[in-house]
């Protein structure tokens, strides 16, 4: 074999090798140690490469506690929070999932690992559009992109089993309540940029929403393309 090509297969093991020891370490520490317990949410949290859907410059920081810029003013949010709002929503295989604030894909990826099909909006399109080729390069066939405006959910592909929000509105969006299936469940950051946020799970029970506030948070707002409702 040629020197330079076996070098090079033995400097690709070892960085696969050291990614996976990160992310062990990460599940290890930020998520079990935290409480996290779903054990369909751990396996993805260890296979998702979370450091091939950040930018090249924070790459190294990737599986570390905390966000990370991915780029046109918008974050990727820490592993915890993404665990957490993953095993919030209790996900099973076979379920549909909508997921509204694309940004790097990441979220998209882990639920991609779990459920039976991800529906995802990014409002940024070269977020989106990048999202949408990492995710398909790192064989997610099951994730389905969309550039757009989210407020209004995917109404085509709708009921869905579950919808997990990563920017905050004002308040709740009807028209994503009304895509919740009966049984569903949404989590949500709810307030506004400047102050504090309530990170909210709501869940649909004959007809009815019941909401908790399980955490403060903070979230880039939810934008949109029109203030109209």
Request: proline share 7%; charged share 25%.
């Amino acid at each position: 074999m040629n020197r330079l090509l076996y070098i090079l297969m033995l400097l690709s093991v070892f960085q696969t090798d050291h990614y996976q020891t990160l992310r062990n370490d990460m599940v290890r520490t930020q998520l079990e140690a935290r409480g996290i317990r779903n054990a369909l949410v751990l396996d993805a949290m260890r296979k998702v490469p979370r450091h091939q859907l950040v930018p090249g410059n924070v790459r190294h920081l990737a599986y570390e506690d905390g966000p990370l810029p991915i780029g046109n003013g918008q974050t990727i949010s820490q592993p915890y929070i993404v665990a957490f709002m993953t095993e919030a929503i209790d996900p099973k295989p076979g379920m549909k999932v909508l997921e509204i604030g694309t940004g790097s894909g990441y979220q998209a990826a882990v639920l991609g690992e779990i459920v039976g099909e991800v529906y995802t909006i990014e409002i940024v399109e070269p977020l989106g559009k990048k999202a949408q080729r990492d995710l398909a390069d790192l064989g997610y066939k099951n994730v389905h992109v969309r550039v757009g405006d989210g407020y209004q959910g995917w109404p085509e592909e709708a009921p869905f089993d579950a919808i997990i929000v990563t920017a905050a509105p004002d308040k709740v969006p009807q028209p994503l309540i009304d895509q919740l299936k009966e049984g569903g469940k949404m989590i949500i950051p709810v307030g506004p940029h400047a102050n504090a946020q309530e990170l909210r799970l709501l869940e649909k029970r004959k007809g009815k929403i019941r909401t908790s506030s399980l955490m403060g948070v903070r979230f880039v707002p939810f934008t949109r393309d029109s203030v109209k409702e």
